[in-house]
């Protein structure tokens, strides 16, 4: 089992940038890291992921070019730098071991326009 915090968010203006962290409890060795969001009244939606090694990384179309997922395993930590923020960006932003039922609580990101 492991758990996840996130942390990072909060309210900013539109064009305006974010670094949001996933801290995990323990290592989570050799498994692909994600950032989720769920803006109110949607479905939660994929945004970005990072391989073990961090040599391969994948976004959303709708994020690719404005936000950048790196990750620090030796701190056991995956983060999310969001630049270029628009209102549509808002969001709850969770982390999760891919493939696992380990989720954190989410932290809150709001883009005012």
């Known amino acids: 089992q492991v758990q996840l915090a996130e942390s990072g968010g909060g309210l900013v203006q539109a064009g305006g940038s974010l670094r949001l962290s996933c801290a995990a409890s323990?290592?989570?060795?050799?498994?692909?890291m994600r950032w989720y969001r769920q803006a109110p009244g949607k479905e939660r939606e994929f945004v970005a992921g990072?391989?073990?090694?961090?040599?391969?990384?994948y976004y959303a179309n709708s994020v690719k070019g404005r936000f950048t997922i790196s990750r620090d395993n030796a701190k056991n930590t995956v983060y999310l730098q969001m630049n270029s923020l628009k209102p549509e960006d808002t969001a709850i932003y969770s982390c999760?071991?891919?493939?696992?039922?380990?989720w954190g609580q989410g932290t809150q990101v709001t883009i005012s326009s």
């Open positions: 990072i391989s073990w090694s961090g040599g391969r990384t």
């Open positions: 323990r290592s989570t060795f050799g498994s692909d």
């Open positions: 999760n071991v891919e493939g696992s039922p380990y």
